[in-house]
């Protein structure tokens, strides 16, 4: 094989608690994972040289050693002694620092390419344990569809798939770095609302939607939107427009909101793009993917 195209699916977040900051750092976690329909798409060719060239589509994100996809083919390359070259083309969709996985869904998309490009037969679990050394949401991008997510984010429980309903999802014209975000949560704060995660597993267990949606929550959301008031804004405006549930993915500021139907969606995506009040790097209207 010469080369091979992947998509790498990007996620939100139906329900995060933080647990604890654990003394390594790290943040334990609890949190339900899902992948949506957007997706970046990545282009891997062999070349003989043996060097790694990558070229990404968006002139501020960096092709180098630093970027994820890097990090992966080189990391592939390494452990399984391939003295072949790849030349990456890395087409994005998925907002960048945007709470939806885009850097890992990539690095997750550049592994299983490499382990396909060069037919190594590595398992999905071998994957997952690379991906785990090049970040905490990699093994679940590795994998996708509906899943429960725990210890830093690597320790991973299959959920009955999440389908049927419509999504739109709103990127505010507001950059949100994560590493602010966590340095900020205190868990243990007396205002930090934990959402019961428990209910939301039992809900996708029952297939009651509506249980699931109700009992959605973000413990991140207590730090972003104080900072980001915006965040908040979307989601009342969703809400108004008739959706089901709204609400922040990661560490933000992606929104998200679910409708019954599509032209709810759609209309609702169209109001808000019509709303001056806002700005939006990405307004769209989405669907889950298994």
């Known amino acids: 094989m010469e080369n091979i195209k992947l998509k790498a699916y990007g996620k939100i977040n139906l329900g995060l608690d933080v647990l604890r900051r654990r003394e390594d750092g790290y943040h334990e976690v609890k949190m339900i994972m899902q992948t949506v329909n957007i997706y970046d798409e990545l282009e891997l060719r062999r ?23 890097y990090k992966a083919i080189k990391l592939i390359k390494d452990t399984c ?14 907002p960048i620092a945007a709470g939806m996985a885009g850097g890992s869904a990539d690095c997750a998309a550049a592994l299983r390419g490499m382990n396909e490009l060069f037919q190594l037969g ?43 309903d419509y999504l739109v999802i709103a990127k505010p014209s507001i950059d949100v770095p994560t590493k602010y975000v966590y340095e ?12 019961n995660v428990d209910i939301q597993l039992e809900a996708i267990e029952e297939g009651d939607y509506n249980k699931l949606y109700n ?58 793009a019509a ?16």
């Open 122 to 164: 590595l398992s999905t679990e071998e994957l997952c344990k690379l991906g785990k050394k090049l970040g905490a949401d990699v093994p679940f991008c590795v994998v996708g569809g509906t899943m429960l997510a725990e210890g830093i984010g690597e320790i991973l429980t299959p959920l009955k798939s999440v389908k049927g």
């Open 275 to 290: 709303n001056n009040n806002f700005s939006f790097d990405t307004l769209c209207v989405t669907t889950y993917t298994e």
């Open 47 to 69: 070349r003989k040289d043996g060097l790694i060239d990558l070229k990404v589509n968006v002139p501020n994100l960096e092709a180098d050693e630093s970027n994820l996809v």
């Open 215 to 272: 009992n959605m929550g973000n413990i991140l959301e207590s730090v972003t939107v104080e900072k980001y008031g915006v965040i908040n804004d979307i989601k009342e405006s969703l809400m108004s427009l008739g959706a089901k549930a709204a609400m922040m993915s990661g560490s933000g500021p992606t929104v998200f909101a679910i409708f019954d139907k599509e032209e709810d969606a759609i209309a609702a995506r169209e109001a808000l």
């Open 81 to 94: 002694g391939i003295e072949d070259g790849v030349a990456a083309y890395l087409t994005k969709n998925i």
């Open 184 to 195: 900020n949560l205190h868990v243990n704060e007396g205002n930090r609302i934990h959402p």
